[in-house]
């Protein structure tokens, strides 16, 4: 391990630059270069970018839908090197892209995503399923919290991995029940904007796991045939 103390935090800013190095710092800023890079765009240019674009009327922001704050014990003290190793692990281990990455990323109202009483980090907390600090710490939080003082790469993602297959499916589930009650309440006014929250747009960004030139077509697909049928289904189809 390296010489970085165990016991020192690290920032939003610092995990992004260990976990996605070669991305903006700001999610928002990430997942607008990752799918900008994902596409050639032509004339759908504008149509497909609006699937990334927060709208300012709901205060919408990017949301990670794997806390990214909450894996930041499991890098402390860590190398360069090592932190990749980490990574790449975790990511094999649960299947699911971690940090920035485009299948990490998903467009949220603000009140969805933090409001009191019905945003998701509210509740995560309320389930001590999200990271606050290390003496708050319980359950699988604290076996996270605790692998951070354990010298082996394996273990720490072995912790990581089963944060992420635990927990996953029970804030997905809150999340889509969140967005459906949402939306139930507020409309936007453009059919884009509506259907952005599809979940065959999310299911898409989420089968992508690099640059694959298959996977880049799926999710142009997709987007187009529902901005093309002028209207979808919204995200809160899984239960």
Known sequence: ??????????????????????????????????????????????????????NSNHKDEVHHRIFLKTLEP??????????????????????RKIGSHISNLMVTPLEVHKGAGVGLHPYAKSQDLEYHNDNSAKGIIRDIVDASTVNSIEYRAHVGAKYINQTSPQLDNYLNDA?????????????????????SIVDALSSLS???????????????QIVGNGHGKRYGRKH
């Open 1 to 54: 391990m390296g010489e970085q103390s165990e016991n020192i935090n690290l920032s939003r800013d610092d995990l992004n630059r260990i976990i996605n190095p070669e991305l903006p710092l700001s999610q928002k800023e990430a997942m607008y270069k990752q799918t900008k890079g994902l596409f050639s765009l032509g004339e759908d240019g504008s149509t497909v970018m609006s699937f990334v674009s927060p």
């Open 74 to 95: 499991l890098y402390r003290g860590l190398t360069p090197e090592e932190a990749v190793q980490l990574t790449q692990q975790i990511e094999q281990l649960s299947g």
């Open 179 to 199: 967005l459906t009650d949402y939306w139930r309440q507020n409309d936007y006014d453009h059919p884009v904007y509506k259907d952005k929250y599809d979940a």
């Open 210 to 224: 690099g640059p694959e030139a298959d996977a880049q077509q799926f999710l142009k697909d997709k987007i187009m």
